[in-house]
């Protein structure tokens, strides 16, 4: 692929960019001028939308921000599932100057009245779909709230031309939040740089994607992991995003990998693991695919082995981060180790240090650290984790690595209690706390728990106020009492799926509950 004009890398794989710039231009307005205006840049069951199309649309959809009186660097919240409106919502506010945010779509009314409150937003743009949970958020605040049924109304109303609103490499562009085991989410600031630096260095020169692919992913668009392979690469190489809104089951993947022929698939460990075990009892037709990719969390090497064995088809496992946005050690078609996350993406560099932030001899284990240009530049409000997290132009990434003596980095766990699910943060203290609103239950511990396909779920240690009798008290009909006020209070995958009932949890001497002791 040539490079957009004006944008070039480095023989070390660094980004140069022009000095005033947007970055709507590369990704949206260039494939018209360049020959792929009747081409399909989204295709869903219902629509196809070509590359045209979503150049006006996109113009509208930054017209219709400007007219509800956003400002160059006002922040929207859009809680959107996958549709081609995402792509009109996040670009035509990145083309006005209007900072997107697209919040994970599976949490609660209290999650997103904290994102409205701490990033200031000027509007809530939401699916119809995330009303109970979006709608008791916004009446907490004077903030404007439209769904995006409305939305596309005023876009039908708007102007189709639009000036991109200039910016530097550097200036802020989109936030994602991240959630963290103490405290609120932290909304990491992506700059226009960095959706560039993704898109070139890990989707074309590690995947190696081309115009001719069609790229699906059943991790959602909210994701940077969906947001990068299903929409940031497609829409750089111009090649074909295809998205589709419901809720990921193996039923619905594999009936859209059927339909589309996607070339290029993602998911989370946790969602392989389920089509191994559908395709068990009926065999499934993925001869498009050439290549798979996971993250989120670590691909089992046996998930690997089964499914090259059931598809014929490799699945490149590699560690990304929303701080990182994407990729930054990954496994590539040419070479991988099944187990391993791979090694260092072209451009990014990779240290594992040891307490002294000293670099720790090969083999051993340590702090992962990282060096990216598609870094967040800070989090917004959080000059604390800000300073803890990044130091130096160093990404503290809170894994425990080790590397090979054939270069390929291990996975061996986190430096901090938070558990990823299903590929999602969650974090053990807000379980806890939601396990201590029963009024049966006197303290909980939540730890990481592996399942029969080797991935970590989230496991209650419980004691009862009335910890006497057998199983100190517990019972089936009381676990699954459990259960369900997880299941409604928080984001439904957080639950934990055991509970176990013990007389005393392990503590330090100030009372600090010693989770370490309770993985097993
Ligand atoms: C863990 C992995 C082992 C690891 C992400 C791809 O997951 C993404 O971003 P998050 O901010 O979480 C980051 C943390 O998740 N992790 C992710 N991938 C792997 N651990 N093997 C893996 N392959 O703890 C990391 O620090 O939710 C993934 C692309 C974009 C992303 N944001």
Redesign the pocket.
């Known amino acids: 692929m040539t490079l957009p004009s004006g944008i070039s890398f480095g023989p070390d794989h660094k980004v140069s960019l022009p000095p005033s710039f947007n970055v709507a231009v590369p990704f949206i307005d260039r494939h018209v001028g360049e020959g792929r205006g009747a081409k399909a840049a989204i295709r869903t069951a219902s629509e196809t939308v070509t590359y045209a199309e979503l150049a006006e649309r996109v113009n509208r959809a930054g017209n219709a921000l400007l007219g509800l009186r956003l400002k160059p660097g006002d922040r929207m919240l859009m809680m959107m599932k996958d549709c081609p409106a995402f792509f009109y919502l996040f670009w035509g506010a990145i083309k006005a100057g209007i900072v997107p945010v697209p919040p994970n779509t599976l949490l609660r009314s209290p999650d997103y009245a904290y994102m409205i409150e701490d990033s200031a937003c000027r509007l809530v743009v939401y699916s119809s779909e995330y009303a109970g949970e979006v709608g008791p958020a916004v009446k907490q605040s004077p903030v404007q709230a439209l769904t995006v049924d409305t939305f596309l109304a005023a876009m039908a109303k708007a102007s189709d031309e639009l000036e991109p609103r200039l910016a530097a490499p550097g200036d802020d562009c989109f936030w994602?939040y991240?959630?963290g085991s103490t405290g609120r989410p932290k909304g990491?600031v992506h700059a226009q740089r960095d959706m560039v630096v993704t898109s070139e260095l890990y989707g074309v020169r590690v995947l190696g994607m081309t115009e001719n692919d069609i790229s699906y992913s059943a991790a959602k668009l909210f994701?940077?992991?969906g947001?990068?392979?299903c929409m940031t690469f497609p829409l750089w190489t111009g090649s074909t995003a295809v998205l589709d809104e419901r809720r990921p089951t193996p039923d619905t993947i594999f009936e859209t990998i059927e339909k589309f022929r996607p070339t290029i698939y993602s998911a989370v460990?946790t969602l392989y693991a389920a089509q191994l075990v559908a395709l068990e009892g009926k065999p499934r037709d993925l001869s498009s695919v050439r290549l798979c990719i996971?993250?989120?969390?670590?691909?089992p090497a046996e998930i690997f082995r089964r499914w090259k064995e059931k598809t014929g088809t490799v699945i490149l496992?590699?560690?990304?981060?929303?701080?990182?946005?994407?990729?930054f050690?990954?496994n590539r078609l040419d070479d991988y180790r099944p187990g391993a996350?791979g090694k260092p993406v072209p451009g990014y560099e990779a240290r594992i240090l040891d307490e002294k932030r000293k670099p720790v001899a090969q083999g051993e284990s340590g702090a992962?650290w990282l060096k990216a240009e598609s870094a967040a530049k800070y989090y917004w409000n959080k000059p604390e984790k800000t300073a803890e997290t990044m130091v130096e132009g160093w990404l503290n990434?809170?894994?425990t690595y080790r590397q090979d003596a054939d270069g390929y980095y291990f996975?061996e766990g986190?430096s901090d209690d938070?558990l990823?699910v299903g590929?999602?943060?969650c974090s053990p203290v807000e379980i806890e706390n939601c396990l201590i609103g029963h009024p049966a239950v006197l303290e909980a511990a939540v730890v990481g728990h592996a399942d029969e396909a080797e991935l970590i779920k989230p496991k209650a240690i419980v004691v009862l106020k009335e910890a006497r009798g057998t199983n100190n008290g517990g019972s089936a009909a009381l676990t699954e009492e459990l259960m369900a006020l997880c299941k409604k209070t928080l984001a439904p995958y957080k639950y934990p799926r055991w509970v176990e009932y013990v007389p005393e949890l392990p503590k330090t001497a100030t009372g600090k509950i010693l989770r370490f002791k309770l993985r097993a």
Do not use: C, Q, V
């Open positions: 994602l991240s959630s990491a994701f940077a992991f947001m990068g392979n460990p996971s993250a989120g969390e670590a691909l496992d590699g560690i990304g981060s929303t701080e990182a946005l994407h990729i050690i990954g996350s992962l990434t809170g894994d996975y986190r938070m990823k590929g999602i943060w």
